[in-house]
């Protein structure tokens, strides 16, 4: 089986719409795609707001803001 291409989705605060990203891209193509998301300036947290948008479409996310730092030096 062919390893999982990986992507990187990089913002700010990674606590809305990168996390929002993450989780849609692992929930729908988790198959062909490894996801992950970090921020410049990480948040702390993940928004309320954002959680709440991706139960509504049925995906659950355990995600916790990250920098961007833990990802240095991996491929994507």
Known sequence: ?????????????????????????????????????????PAGYVHPTALRGLAEAGIEHRGRSKGAEEFRGEPF
């Open 1 to 41: 089986m062919e390893r999982a291409k990986r992507v990187l989705f990089l913002c700010t605060g990674n606590s809305a719409r990168s996390q929002m990203a993450e989780a849609l891209v692992n929930t729908r193509f988790g198959d062909e795609w490894q996801a992950v998301s970090a921020g410049t300036q």
